[in-house]
């Protein structure tokens, strides 16, 4: 069992307010992310989960056990750091058993550990090399091996795969996952990749400015963001928001969305559940929240979903879909549509919009509010 409960952690660093009542659990054997811009105060909450940091307000507590006073050697964690931190003059199994030469393993103990760990990670054959001798990757794994040999009940990786390139940052993400799912270990894990993060996580939680944002699953976060700040973050690219008016047309809620037909402005109503939250707003203004894969083509005219037909100002191939730039109440927005469909620029072009899974936010909170 290896569980992390954090109650109404705050730090400040001189008047710098750091972390603000932060609540947190991690349950046994959970991925958890922490995602967050530079400087939001990840690595902050890391170093106090390990003990490197203490806490100034607040109880942390491992396995149900408050550690506020645990020194770090005493809460069997381990951290993989971004930077690397191999000790150069010695080679990658001194490094990888030197945690257990430490703590005193014979060297058969030490011997077996090792090519345990070497085989899970595949650099069975560097085990004599330096670190200098190494790629980037390749000292990565070395720094994993490091922790894992410990056989640690909690794992802290932060930002482990930062300074790797973009596709060995694939590969590593991929093997990471893979760990994961064999050791069964609580790991929690901090980035500022929102790739990573939605690829990685049973759970994510998003931080600004030392305060979480919201906790919930890849899902939950992509579909249901608590606020814009977290619809913003993730999703790539980003979701549209497009400020609307609600109305009622021929006794159908829904809002008004101002778009450009050959030059002229257009108005489309696009009919809206009316929810609890919306029910008599009618004349105030919302942001509707689309992602660009809810604005598609329609290119059968097959799809129930309401219509919109707009000029298509850029048009962006990525390879498995394409992008276009349109312009919804004024402001560019990404409609995403199979490269089949796609139109030319300057063209004219029929979308479907997914209104069951459009997200309304009020303008002034940017909460979420249907
Ligand atoms: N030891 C420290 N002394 C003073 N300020 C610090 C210290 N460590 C971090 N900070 C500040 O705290 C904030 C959060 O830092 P950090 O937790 O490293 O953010 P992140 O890991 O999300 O990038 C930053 O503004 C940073 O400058
Ligand atoms: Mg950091």
Redesign the pocket.
Known sequence: MATISIEHASKS??S?E?LRDISLDVKDGEFLVLL?S???????LLNIIAGLDPLADGTIRLDGEVVNDVHPKNRDIAMVFQSYALYPNMTVERNIAFGLEMRKYSKAERKAAVREVASLLQIEHLLSRKPSQLSGGQRQRVAMGRALVRRPKIFLFDEPLSNLDAKLRGEMRTEIKKLHQTLKATMVY?THDQIEAMTLADRIAIMRDGVIQQIGTPQQIYSTPANMYVAGFVGAPPMNFVEVELARRKDQFGVILPAVLKGQPIEYFLPLQETEQLAGREGSKVVLGLRPEMITHNAFGQSSAPEIECDVELVEPTGADTLCLIRLAGQPAKARVSPLFACEPGESMRFSIDTSRICLFDGKTKQLIG
Do not use: A, Q, R, Y
Not at 38 to 44: A, D, F, H, Q
């Open positions: 660093f001189g710098t750091v967050g530079s400087g939001c105060g990840k690595s902050t901090v």
